[in-house]
């Protein structure tokens, strides 16, 4: 194979053109047949470390907060979870796995929803919803295009659902290596829980908006740890069911805040990880909504605290977290040495 550079030929009489850094990476493909998506490691999003607006989209704004390489929006009162999104179309085969990765911080407590999803009706999406702290971090979910894909598809986040500020950087987006699997998130920080006040919806579904409830699961001592379900909205919640967890006993449920409820479990010997699944119902709905179709894993010692020994001192201007690695160089001399 060649790599060639066109530049604009014919631009002006004596125009020179520089060109010096050449870099060139990826996985090698023997794959004739065209599919989109792209290889195993490949990185799908143009523009990825928000160098300029370029090639990023959404609700009203949304291109114009990015600035000195980083996504910022500021959502004043909360209201339906699109009506502040950022997005970035992508072709997305279907029913395939992918890793989205992002570094991302907030000055408030609270969540944002990450997914991949067709863009015109109907919509169909796989979503995460990821806590925020006030530090960087990076974020890994993975993702699977369940029955839907093709070449009007999208990376988006969405902001509106809780009022604060929320902060974007090093956005990837790469088809799964065989084996990986779907659903989760790795927040990149093995003490911190992903389910802090995070907000969720029936089955990660953010078009059913009246499922919406905040979600807490977190470490409390050796043997413990606690889930609680508050409202999202007004609409106060009256059910909260656990499922799975097996081995933890339940203990009482604590409905000493209004419209909210919580629920220890215990066990003899602290496990690793936990896998369960949550239920809950709000005062307005007859049935139950549930977490997933099926049940979540969880570290059993994550916290809610913030994680690490930080100190917690955040000045508001701290650079984001370094770019990650590079792929193995595939050119030779690209600095034109030689």
Known sequence: DVVMVFPAWGQGAGAVYRIDNVTFSGEASNDDEGDVGGEAGAELLVNNGFDSADNWGGTDGMAESIANGIFSADVAVAGNAWDVSLKQNVDLMVDTAYVLTFDARSDDSRSVIAGLGLDEAPWNNVIETVALTTEWVTYTVNLTT???????????????AEAGQVELDNVSLVLADAG???????????????????????????????????????????????????????????????????????????????????????????????????????????????????????????????????????????????????????????????
């Open 146 to 160: 369940n029955g839907f894909g093709g070449a009007n598809n999208r990376v988006f986040f969405d902001m509106g």
């Open 180 to 338: 990986e699997g779907d659903g989760g998130v790795d927040p990149g920080n093995d003490g911190l829980s992903a389910y802090c006040h995070a907000q969720v919806f029936h089955f990660g579904n953010s078009d059913i908006a009246n499922s919406a409830a905040l979600l807490t699961i977190e470490n409390v001592d050796a043997t413990t740890m606690k889930i609680t379900v508050a409202p999202a909205t007004d609409d106060l919640i009256d059910v909260l069911v656990i499922a799975g967890a097996h081995g933890g006993t339940p203990g009482a449920q604590d409905t000493s805040v209004a419209g909210t409820i919580s629920q220890t479990l215990s066990w003899d010997s602290a496990p690793t990880e936990v896998s369960l699944n949550i239920l809950w119902s709000h005062e307005s709905f007859e049935g139950n909504w549930q977490l997933s179709e099926s049940d979540v894993t969880v570290p059993f010692a994550a916290s809610c605290s913030g994680g690490g020994d930080e100190g917690g001192n955040d000045e508001g201007g701290e650079d984001p977290a370094p770019e990650p690695e590079p792929s193995a160089e595939l050119l030779g001399n690209s600095s034109f040495d030689s």
